[in-house]
């Protein structure tokens, strides 16, 4: 088991039973996004629009194969739109 | 491919071309008038397009008769939204926007598209419109964000029920999402304060003023496949959301995009191109619609206007102890985020212990707003920076000094969670300090404010193709568009590369049969994200250049190496050869192998956080209210400017048009919720003579993340304005502003207010 903590924004908390974070055991961005839908089908919608990740600060709209390393600092963003 | 040219990590290079000043390669064709933008084009048998709008507000659309305008001699076509049949497959986001392209059942907002004409002139399609008849049920409408969360208020959809909330909501409501960011506790760190400052401010909705309008020229033919010239910040994405909303292959949707006349985030939605695309489908012609100004204003995608409320508390030693904010903001008459956007950037300047942000995303109705250069951004930064110099000044500290205390750096947990790596907050605002500018003195009536800023930035998907032409050149095709000069900064990043002169490498912008998807150009990606992928392009290219001549000379590939443009022969036993240059190569290409040729794509992603530091003088006129930039200095960090006058003008521009969101810009709309003033006599954008030459300093700090260290600088120049202008405003009057635009009868009610006080 190699678990890490995911953050949440609040606007997903509610999905998760209003907790600011889960632990998920996910090696890379696509197998999180995966892993949560399993767990938390209401995450689906919210994946489908857009979801960034912090990965350490770096902020990932796109590379789903990203890996996340182990006692990584993850948040979940609103993935950014720009004008 | 080698991994290793696709590299994006920072690389030691003393740059030969990058951070010079070019001349642009579309220069020349832009100040004579041959350019081509949108409503150049036309074809062959060309049809004229135009839109029948609503009048109202809010209206359910009970019954359009098109009978009498079909029988009109010269109409080709009509559509309404029984033509535009749903293929989004259950798609809630692509399905508002069908539906904000064409109304189906019910009219959001003055200026919905109700129905489009196709006719051989446009005096033909305006006579065929008036012969449309709608039949209308007006119903209550709501422009306000606060009043629209109100109860009792006009609901505007039947499927919103509030998201984000710990319980789903019962009823359906205007209010589409709730969200909410920070850490620590803010309950606490407000008891710890010696002074706390509430406040609440409102900004009125803006439009990114674009000079050129919408146009588009569409073609399906009988087959059908079809062509669209359009003007537009993303080829690629209107190809894919045109395809999916008429039920198109993507692949028989050819685009090609016109040179662009602004766009700031406008033009990175879908307006009427599927209906000129539809209308050509069902007329089986050419279709050309070029919308109006007052179309542009009354029916594409301005801004947010918002209400927000703001509270600081700090020590008299200057330490912020606590900061919250609740953001409402309206995505016009569909479901947006912009509050939640908001809430992530107002606090994102400072390193604070407890911090809490509010988001309430609002519908209205008014039109689907879109984005407007670092969206959200600059509000939220008003309402912030303001309550932050009132903060300073209520504990006797100098403002700058107080933001140089509290604000973020590296190691920082930021406002919207992650902790950040190396930024550049700090250093603008010790430029700031220390630039002229702050320590010049004040004229009569003349008051001085600061502001910082903060945005995102991003990368996205992007796809370049780089060609050797057989006499030694090289072209250079993007699908990002151009829109700030970035076909010079992608020739510079290929000549750097490939040690060649900027003069032998030409730029442009391929259309989307050509290349692979590229994002659009938004989130200040464009040089950030394609200069990354025309340098690996690059480096694969000098690949096969080194190959070629290891094959000309029989020698191993790895004896081989590619500096100032040509290949040399390295090694003991090939000292004495003479390089290859690039034309030497080129030439006999034919004969070692074929083409020569390097591509890149690639996911751009890790762009790195912005920030910027805003100073502006600004003198009332006590008579009258009316405010005027005397001085104004923009500090942002560009990690490398690859083009330094781009980079200044992008700085420029940020802050031009910031200055008159700031100070005049505003959607006015009436009591019957339509607006009036969709021209720009009466929506007061600055022109030349109503701005001083804005100073810019860029500071450069490599981003560790782009080969040659390069950050996006399109969008955070905007972000500051709307802060330093108001509270210069604020320290000339000596009334607090909290509501923009400060228009003359604002200020001078202010004025008025405090004279009888």
């Given at each position: 088991?190699?678990e890490?903590v995911i953050h949440l924004?609040?606007?997903l908390?509610?999905?998760?039973?209003?907790?600011?974070?889960?632990k998920?055991?996910?090696?890379?961005?696509?197998?999180?996004?995966?892993k949560?839908?399993?767990?938390y089908?209401?995450?689906e919608?919210?994946?489908?629009?857009?979801?960034?990740?912090?990965?350490?600060?770096?902020i990932?709209r796109?590379n789903w194969?990203?890996?996340?390393?182990?006692?990584?600092?993850?948040?979940?963003m609103?993935?950014?739109?720009?004008g | 491919?080698?991994?290793?040219?696709?590299?994006?990590?920072?690389v030691?290079?003393?740059?030969?071309?990058?951070g010079?000043?070019?001349?642009?390669p579309?220069?020349?064709?832009k100040?004579?008038?041959?350019?081509r933008?949108?409503a150049?084009?036309?074809?062959p048998?060309q049809l004229?397009g135009?839109?029948l709008?609503?009048?109202?507000?809010h209206?359910?659309?009970?019954?359009?008769?098109?009978s009498?305008a079909?029988?009109?001699?010269?109409v080709?076509a009509?559509?309404t939204s029984?033509?535009?049949?749903?293929?989004?497959?259950?798609?809630?986001?692509?399905m508002?926007?069908?539906?904000?392209?064409?109304?189906?059942g019910?009219?959001?907002?003055d200026g919905?598209?109700v129905a489009?004409?196709?006719?051989?002139?446009a005096?033909?399609?305006r006579k065929a419109?008036?012969l449309?008849?709608v039949?209308?049920k007006i119903?209550p409408?709501v422009?306000d964000v606060?009043?629209a969360?109100k109860?009792?208020a006009?609901?505007?959809h039947e499927?919103?029920?509030t998201e984000g909330?710990p319980?789903?909501p019962t009823?359906?409501?205007n209010?589409n999402k709730?969200g909410?960011f920070?850490?620590g506790?803010?309950?606490?760190?407000?008891?710890?304060?010696d002074?706390?400052?509430?406040?609440?401010?409102k900004t009125e909705q803006?439009?990114?003023?674009?000079i050129e309008?919408h146009?588009?020229?569409?073609s399906?033919?009988s087959?059908?496949?079809a062509?669209?010239?359009v003007?537009?910040q993303?080829h690629?994405?209107?190809r894919?959301?045109?395809?999916q909303l008429l039920?198109?292959?993507a692949?028989?949707l050819r685009?090609t995009a016109?040179e662009?006349?602004?766009?700031?985030?406008g033009?990175?939605?879908?307006?009427?191109?599927?209906l000129a695309?539809?209308l050509?489908?069902?007329?089986?012609r050419?279709?050309?619609l070029?919308?109006?100004r007052?179309?542009v204003f009354r029916?594409?995608?301005?801004?947010?206007?918002t209400?927000?409320d703001?509270?600081i508390?700090?020590k008299k030693?200057?330490?912020?102890t606590?900061?919250w904010?609740e953001?409402r903001?309206?995505?016009g008459?569909?479901p947006a985020n912009w509050a939640?956007?908001?809430?992530m950037?107002?606090?994102?300047?400072?390193d604070?212990?407890?911090?809490?942000?509010?988001?309430k995303?609002?519908?209205?109705?008014?039109?689907?707003t879109?984005a407007?250069r670092?969206?959200?951004?600059?509000?939220?930064?008003?309402?912030?920076e303001?309550?932050?110099?009132?903060?300073a000044?209520a504990i006797?500290?100098d403002?700058?000094?107080?933001r140089?205390?509290?604000?973020?750096k590296q190691?920082?947990?930021s406002?919207?969670?992650?902790?950040y790596?190396?930024?550049?907050i700090g250093?603008?605002?010790v430029?700031a300090?220390?630039?002229?500018?702050?320590?010049?003195?004040?004229?009569k009536?003349?008051?001085?404010?600061m502001?910082?800023g903060?945005?995102?930035?991003?990368?996205?998907?992007t796809c370049?193709?780089l060609?050797?032409t057989?006499d030694?050149n090289?072209?250079?095709?993007?699908g990002?568009?151009?829109?700030g000069?970035?076909?010079?900064?992608?020739?510079m990043a290929?000549?750097?590369?490939?040690?060649i002169?900027y003069?032998?490498?030409?730029s442009?912008?391929?259309?989307t049969s050509s290349?692979?998807?590229?994002?659009?150009?938004?989130g200040?990606?464009g040089?950030?994200?394609?200069s990354?992928a025309a340098i690996f392009?690059a480096r694969?290219?000098?690949m096969?250049?080194?190959e070629?001549?290891?094959?000309t000379?029989?020698?191993?590939?790895?004896?081989?190496e590619?500096?100032?443009?040509a290949a040399?022969?390295t090694?003991?036993?090939?000292?004495n050869?003479?390089?290859?240059?690039l034309k030497?190569?080129?030439?006999?290409?034919g004969q070692?192998g074929?083409p020569?040729?390097g591509h890149?794509?690639?996911v751009?992603?890790?762009?790195?956080?912005s920030?910027?530091?805003?100073?502006?003088?600004?003198?009332?006129?006590?008579?009258t209210?009316?405010?005027r930039i005397t001085?104004?200095t923009?500090?942002?960090?560009a990690?490398?400017?690859?083009?330094?006058?781009?980079?200044?003008?992008?700085?420029?521009?940020?802050?031009a048009?910031?200055i008159?969101w700031?100070l005049n810009?505003?959607?006015?709309y009436?009591k019957?919720?339509?607006?009036q003033n969709?021209g720009?006599l009466?929506y007061?954008?600055?022109?030349?003579?109503d701005?001083?030459?804005?100073?810019?300093?860029?500071?450069e700090i490599?981003?560790?993340?782009?080969p040659y260290?390069?950050r996006?600088v399109?969008e955070t120049s905007?972000v500051?304005?709307?802060g330093?202008?108001?509270i210069?405003?604020t320290?000339?009057?000596?009334?607090r502003?909290?509501?923009v635009?400060?228009s003359p009868?604002?200020v001078?009610?202010?004025?008025?207010t405090k004279?009888s006080e």
């Amino acid at each position: 088991m190699s678990e890490r903590v995911i953050h949440l924004w609040g606007a997903l908390r509610p999905l998760v039973g209003g907790t600011a974070f889960v632990k998920i055991d996910a090696a890379t961005i696509a197998e999180l996004f995966a892993k949560l839908i399993e767990r938390y089908p209401g995450m689906e919608s919210h994946i489908r629009r857009g979801v960034a990740v912090s990965i350490n600060g770096e902020i990932y709209r796109d590379n789903w194969g990203t890996p996340l390393p182990v006692g990584a600092e993850i948040y979940l963003m609103p993935r950014v739109p720009g004008g | 491919m080698s991994l290793d040219s696709m590299n994006p990590k920072l690389v030691e290079k003393k740059f030969k071309v990058i951070g010079t000043r070019v001349p642009r390669p579309d220069g020349v064709d832009k100040v004579t008038g041959r350019a081509r933008y949108g409503a150049d084009a036309s074809m062959p048998g060309q049809l004229i397009g135009l839109v029948l709008r609503s009048p109202h507000a809010h209206a359910k659309i009970l019954k359009i008769d098109t009978s009498k305008a079909e029988q009109l001699t010269g109409v080709k076509a009509i559509i309404t939204s029984a033509d535009l049949p749903d293929h989004t497959g259950g798609d809630r986001a692509m399905m508002d926007i069908l539906e904000n392209c064409m109304a189906r059942g019910k009219a959001l907002y003055d200026g919905h598209a109700v129905a489009a004409v196709a006719a051989i002139d446009a005096s033909t399609a305006r006579k065929a419109l008036k012969l449309i008849n709608v039949t209308y049920k007006i119903l209550p409408h709501v422009t306000d964000v606060d009043e629209a969360l109100k109860h009792g208020a006009p609901i505007l959809h039947e499927y919103i029920y509030t998201e984000g909330l710990p319980e789903r909501p019962t009823a359906y409501s205007n209010w589409n999402k709730h969200g909410e960011f920070g850490h620590g506790d803010v309950v606490a760190g407000f008891k710890e304060a010696d002074v706390v400052i509430a406040k609440s401010y409102k900004t009125e909705q803006t439009h990114q003023g674009y000079i050129e309008p919408h146009s588009v020229l569409a073609s399906v033919s009988s087959d059908g496949a079809a062509e669209m010239w359009v003007c537009t910040q993303g080829h690629f994405v209107y190809r894919n959301h045109c395809a999916q909303l008429l039920g198109m292959d993507a692949n028989k949707l050819r685009v090609t995009a016109s040179e662009i006349g602004g766009g700031f985030g406008g033009k990175t939605h879908v307006w009427a191109e599927p209906l000129a695309l539809a209308l050509s489908r069902k007329a089986n012609r050419p279709v050309k619609l070029t919308m109006t100004r007052d179309e542009v204003f009354r029916c594409t995608g301005p801004t947010s206007s918002t209400s927000i409320d703001v509270k600081i508390g700090a020590k008299k030693d200057g330490t912020i102890t606590a900061a919250w904010a609740e953001l409402r903001y309206h995505g016009g008459c569909f479901p947006a985020n912009w509050a939640e956007l908001g809430a992530m950037t107002a606090f994102a300047c400072y390193d604070l212990k407890n911090v809490k942000t509010v988001s309430k995303d609002v519908v209205v109705n008014r039109p689907k707003t879109a984005a407007y250069r670092a969206p959200s951004a600059p509000m939220a930064a008003f309402a912030v920076e303001n309550t932050i110099d009132e903060t300073a000044k209520a504990i006797g500290m100098d403002p700058v000094d107080f933001r140089i205390m509290n604000a973020a750096k590296q190691g920082t947990k930021s406002s919207y969670g992650p902790v950040y790596g190396p930024i550049g907050i700090g250093p603008t605002l010790v430029a700031a300090k220390n630039h002229p500018h702050m320590k010049a003195p004040l004229g009569k009536n003349t008051g001085r404010g600061m502001a910082c800023g903060f945005w995102f930035n991003f990368g996205g998907q992007t796809c370049v193709d780089l060609n050797v032409t057989p006499d030694g050149n090289v072209t250079i095709a993007q699908g990002t568009i151009d829109v700030g000069g970035s076909r010079a900064s992608i020739a510079m990043a290929v000549a750097e590369e490939m040690g060649i002169t900027y003069n032998q490498v030409r730029s442009i912008i391929a259309d989307t049969s050509s290349l692979g998807h590229n994002d659009m150009t938004d989130g200040s990606r464009g040089t950030f994200s394609t200069s990354m992928a025309a340098i690996f392009a690059a480096r694969n290219a000098i690949m096969v250049l080194r190959e070629r001549a290891a094959k000309t000379w029989d020698i191993p590939l790895a004896e081989v190496e590619w500096k100032d443009g040509a290949a040399h022969a390295t090694g003991a036993g090939h000292g004495n050869r003479s390089p290859l240059s690039l034309k030497e190569i080129a030439h006999t290409a034919g004969q070692t192998g074929g083409p020569i040729a390097g591509h890149s794509e690639l996911v751009a992603d890790n762009a790195g956080v912005s920030f910027a530091t805003h100073i502006a003088d600004v003198e009332v006129d006590p008579e009258t209210g009316r405010s005027r930039i005397t001085r104004y200095t923009v500090i942002q960090d560009a990690g490398k400017a690859m083009h330094p006058s781009y980079v200044e003008g992008q700085y420029q521009g940020g802050a031009a048009q910031g200055i008159g969101w700031a100070l005049n810009e505003e959607y006015v709309y009436g009591k019957d919720g339509r607006l009036q003033n969709a021209g720009f006599l009466d929506y007061r954008i600055p022109v030349c003579s109503d701005l001083p030459f804005i100073d810019t300093q860029i500071l450069e700090i490599p981003n560790p993340n782009h080969p040659y260290g390069v950050r996006g600088v399109g969008e955070t120049s905007i972000v500051p304005p709307l802060g330093a202008v108001s509270i210069a405003v604020t320290n000339a009057i000596g009334v607090r502003q909290l509501h923009v635009p400060m228009s003359p009868p604002r200020v001078l009610k202010s004025i008025q207010t405090k004279k009888s006080e």
